[in-house]
């Protein structure tokens, strides 16, 4: 893994845990993030931390008390990131994308995008999109960059990429000054978890000829 990409992925996902412990992401995130949180052991202290940190600020400080203080201390006191995964009804979807989306994987739209890779859009807006990929083993992603950002959450499977290899419950981040083709394990199939807030472009000789197509998408 390359340093400098090293440390823009551990930036970036500090930053995005950073917000959803103050509770400002939007719902995609929000989902993207819990979940994480359920697969993976690796940031529940971290997290943890954060909000205790948070909850000595209020404590602490000398502004005006909240009209609903008691249930914005709930809210930061009454989290617990040592669950089980709960059921969701669907082997590879944890409950908090289950909750959000209303159904498992094999009720989403697939639609296929290229040969080995599959696509379900859950939502479309004008600067980007919430989706789910499900990609063949061995195969690979064309090669891309971002306009905006690109927030990835490993469901199945695993991939690797100029960043490193992710696996079940990791966060993939990606913005502009990422061009990178992602590449599937060979044992199993890729099933991930996106949110975009604009548009990929693909950079690849092929991939440009294809743009046009994937940009009307949006």
């Avoid at 909750?99 to 479309?124: C, M, Q, R, T």
């Avoid at 950002?149 to 290899?165: I, M, N, Q, W």
């Avoid at 978890?193 to 000829?209: E, M, N, Q, S």
């Amino acid at each position: 893994m390359k340093a400098g990409l090293e440390l823009n992925q551990s930036s970036a996902l500090d930053e995005l845990l950073g917000a959803y412990s103050a509770g400002g992401l939007a719902a995609p995130l929000q989902a993207l993030v819990e979940s994480h949180l359920l697969l993976s052991q690796r940031n529940r202290s971290y997290v943890r931390d954060l909000e205790t940190l948070a909850a000595h600020e209020a404590l602490s400080s000398h502004l005006s008390p909240l009209s609903n203080r008691d249930s914005a201390l709930s809210a930061i006191f009454g989290s617990n990131y040592n669950p089980e995964p709960k059921a969701s009804n669907d082997q590879f979807m944890p409950k908090p994308l289950y909750d959000f989306v209303g159904y498992g994987l094999k009720d989403l739209n697939w639609k296929h995008l290229l040969p080995g890779i599959k696509e379900a859009i859950v939502s479309s807006y004008e600067e980007g999109e919430v989706s789910f990929l499900w990609v063949k083993a061995g195969g690979s992603m064309p090669v891309h960059t971002h306009e905006g950002s690109e927030y990835t959450l490993v469901l199945k499977g695993s991939f690797s990429d100029a960043s490193g290899r992710y696996g079940v419950g990791d966060i993939a981040i990606a913005d502009d000054a990422i061009n990178h083709r992602p590449m599937i394990s060979r044992d199993e199939d890729c099933i991930c978890f996106t949110v975009t807030d604009a548009p990929l472009r693909l950079t690849g000789t092929i991939g440009k000829f294809l743009n046009p197509f994937v940009s009307k998408k949006h």
